[in-house]
């Protein structure tokens, strides 16, 4: 069965056109519609816990609860009970049967994110779960059964912690027979316009401000940074520049600023690729963004139309205190389950963000480029576009678009 990688792209807005992004979507499409255990591994902020959301929204458990654990935040105190649940009075303040994450997640995917901080004896728990599909909550002697998919991430280099005693071996081995490895930011700069481009979009959008976009120069001197941050700090990096700067255009000037670059390292003639005009790509960059927006947006429809969203927050622990909750998905395009869009289309993008164009010139030239692409071919723009073939054909007539692509 062939594996549609876009539509893996789509369903959590992974970008990327490099050859890691590539080879981490395919890796997704082998991996999401099984049961396998499977481990991510890569920096932090790189993209991992985004994986994790692609495997489970590309499985066949897609309607059931992803719940997200992450182990570094739960003291190794209660880490047990907290994934497994506890009987009434098995130790003080244990006033109530309990369920743990791992009930929770039944029939679902749970997600073990920072699994090298999970305590030894902990380790040798999940251990059972994973060849037994079985577990004790804690102070019973009652086993349960559950069937969840796991899907663990680490930072570490799991085999370092193997030989210094932190990480069992036979865990270890259990986890890294699927391996999704996801590239550091700088090991693939060159899909670096891309993401500012977006979170430069969706920014604006949200917050109603123009977007101006980035100059080349600016985009020269962000290549040169390190980004260890990878691409969270790329993203909170644009959006505070766009936020200090308020309104204008990013130059080189505010970026080195902004990133506390050294000046004189920074020379724009070193050889960096840029196209011979900056305008054209930028625009045409835009547009391809404004696509995926658009995609994006019908899918949520879809989805709110469609059917009930399944619920996919983490559940709370028994003390909220210790709670730390992933990063929340941006309110404008929130690819989770639970979305309020009244009208959804109205606020993707402000026609100011966009400089002088209208909505329907670029909704015009959309489909002009889209024709382009599938050479006339009305059936597959449509397709692409996510549009009826009648809608299409209305849409043709009405901005008069070029008679060869008509009758087509
Ligand atoms: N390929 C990508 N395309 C778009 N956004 C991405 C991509 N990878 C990461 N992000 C964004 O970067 C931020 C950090 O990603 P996350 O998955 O939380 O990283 P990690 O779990 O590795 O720390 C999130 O806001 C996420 O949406
Ligand atoms: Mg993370």
Known sequence: MSVDLDKIRRSVGIIGESGSIQEMLATIGQVSNTNILVLITGDSGSGKEMVAKAIHKNSRRKFESLVTVNCAAIPSGIIESELFGHKKGSFTGASENRKGYFEAADKGTIFLDEIGELPTETQAKLLRVIEQGEFLRVGDTKTQKVDVRIVAATNKNLAEEVSKGNFRQDLYYRLKTVTVKVAPLRDHMSDIYLYIERFGLEFTAKNDIPFKGFSSEAIVVMKKHSWPGNIRELKNSVESMIVLNRGERITDTMVIKHLDLDEFNMNPNLPVFVSDDPDKMERELILKQLLFLRQDVNELKQI?????????????????????????????????????????????????????????????????????????????????????????????????IKKKYRDQ
């Not at 909750?325 to 100011?352: K, L």
């Open 304 to 400: 709110m139309v469609g059917r009930t969203p399944s619920v996919e927050e983490p559940i709370q622990p028994a003390n909220p205190a210790l709670y730390l909750p992933p990063p929340t998905p941006s309110e404008f395009v929130d690819y989770g389950g639970r979305t309020n869009i009244e009208d959804s289309s109205a606020t993707v993008i402000q026609d100011d963000a966009l400089g002088e164009l209208t909505m329907d010139e670029l909704e015009h030239e959309i489909i002009e480029r889209t024709l382009e692409k599938f050479k006339g071919n009305r059936r597959k723009t449509a397709q692409s576009l996510n549009i009826s073939e009648r809608t299409l054909y209305r849409k043709i007539n009405d901005y008069g």
